[in-house]
Structure formats: structure tokens, C-alpha cells
């Protein structure tokens, strides 16, 4: 959000790609006000250590300081100058094989959790009568903790109702 501020703040339109050699001025600007206002610069400088076996032993620290994804904290690292490019372009490759293979693991989805969650003989009932017209949609996903209302029939499926 602080990126689409500074945005507005210049009066310039834009998408980012998240590319890292990115040469559009406005995209530069942008993505350095907003890691300057949720990585300090100085205070990265002071809590990064340069003294373990890895520098990604620093992120888990750094997470828990500032709030922000590993992915951002490789990234400041990399702009400040503390890892190279081809560190950071590793330690984003393995993360996203990490998240691609966690997709294909064949975990639990979306529905099956949401079954786990609440009852399920409350959840037949609310989708029975959400089904039949007795309950308004949007009611119904209140009830079923947030499920859309246009997944209620799919959720329906789930629950063998």
C-alpha cells in the first residue's frame, strides 16, 4: 500500500512487475519509499549480522522485527548491498519452489479445512437451508465463517449435503 501511496503522492501511474532490474524512474522511486518506511535502512544496517554461517540466518530475526515477509528482508539485504544478486535471485528461486511444492502436496483444501472447523451438522444445516431459500446466502456465509456466498453449493458438495 505504501508503494500505490507514493504513487499517488508523485501523480503517476503504474504497475509493478517486481522485477529486480526495473529501469522505470517511478517504479525505482516507489519501491525505495516503501522499503525505507517498512525496513529502515539504518535500523536494517544495525540488527543484520554479518557474523553467521549464512546471511538467511539473519531473516528469521529480521521477520520478527520488522513484520515483513523473508522475501522483502532478501530484498533489502540485496539493496543495501549485504547479499549479491545471485544470492537473492537463489534464496527467491528456492522459495518459490518451496511454495510450489507445498501447492502440489496434495494438502487439505480450502473446503475440507473449513468441514474440520466447524461443526459439521451445523454446516449441513446452514447450507440445507441457504440451498432451499430458507436462509439468505450472505447469512449463511457468515455463519460458515467467511465462505462465499457464490461457494456455498460448492461447499454444499463437500459436506455431501
Known sequence: ???ELC???IGQSGISDANTHTHRE????CNAVAAE???PASEFETLWQTDLESWQANLPML?????????TLARRALTLNFIALGEYQRYINAQQAVYRDREDSGGPGYYRTKKAQISQRFSRA???QALCGQLLLRE???LLGGIKPNKIATFAKELGV
Open 1 to 3: 500500500m505504501i508503494h
Open 7 to 9: 504513487h499517488i503522492w
Open 26 to 29: 517511478e517504479e525505482i522511486l
Open 37 to 39: 518506511f517498512l525496513v
Open 63 to 71: 521477520e520478527a522485527h520488522f513484520h515483513v515477509s523473508t522475501w
Open 126 to 128: 446452514v447450507v440445507s
Open 140 to 142: 449463511a456465509s457468515q
